[in-house]
């Protein structure tokens, strides 16, 4: 019989941004693509975030959808000295309050009705020094966020939600 834990989140911001600042830009230096704090986002099983840069990026890809902990978010700024540092900063999806991403690696979760398979830690690269402060990087290691598979569709809002996860 699988084990359930239900935990109540809030999800303080939902990024969207069509093109890739960092990611594939290796020797080529970075791009300005805007990034979009927006009320909602429509997922769709297998594919991804409609809008969203790694839409159909690759069949069965692990990063359909990225979530990082605000607690993280909170403890860069702390470190680095950093209070205009932005949550978009991180090129994550959604920033989630009141879950370890890690324990979510892995493991099968529902936020409502949509459903997700966790894949591994969205590690952090060099370019985090670049968007954030040097040393950001190694800071993140091991805390980098989530990357997930989406496994059911439909649409995500902010706010409070339950976050069920099924071992």
């Given amino acids: 019989m699988d084990q359930v834990t239900t935990l109540q989140v809030n999800l303080s911001h939902l990024f969207l941004s069509p093109g890739h600042n960092y990611y594939g830009r290796h020797g080529k230096g970075s ?90 830690e969205a590690r952090p690269c060099y370019w985090m020094d670049e968007a954030c402060a040097p040393g950001v990087e190694k800071f993140l290691k091991g805390k980098g966020g989530l990357r997930c598979r989406i496994t059911a569709g439909g649409t995500l809002t902010k706010g409070s939600q339950t976050l069920t996860i099924v071992k």
């Fill in 31 to 120: 791009e300005d693509h805007e990034i979009h704090d927006v009320e909602l986002l429509e997922l769709i099983e297998g594919r991804g975030i409609v809008d969203d840069r790694f839409f159909d990026y690759k069949e069965d890809y692990k990063g359909q959808i990225t979530f990082f902990e605000h607690a993280t978010y909170e403890r860069v700024r702390a470190e680095f000295d950093l209070p205009d540092l932005l949550p978009s900063a991180f090129r994550r999806n959604v920033v989630v309050h009141g879950v370890d991403l890690n324990d979510l690696i892995g493991k099968c979760f529902r936020i409502g009705d949509l459903e997700f398979t966790g894949s591994e």
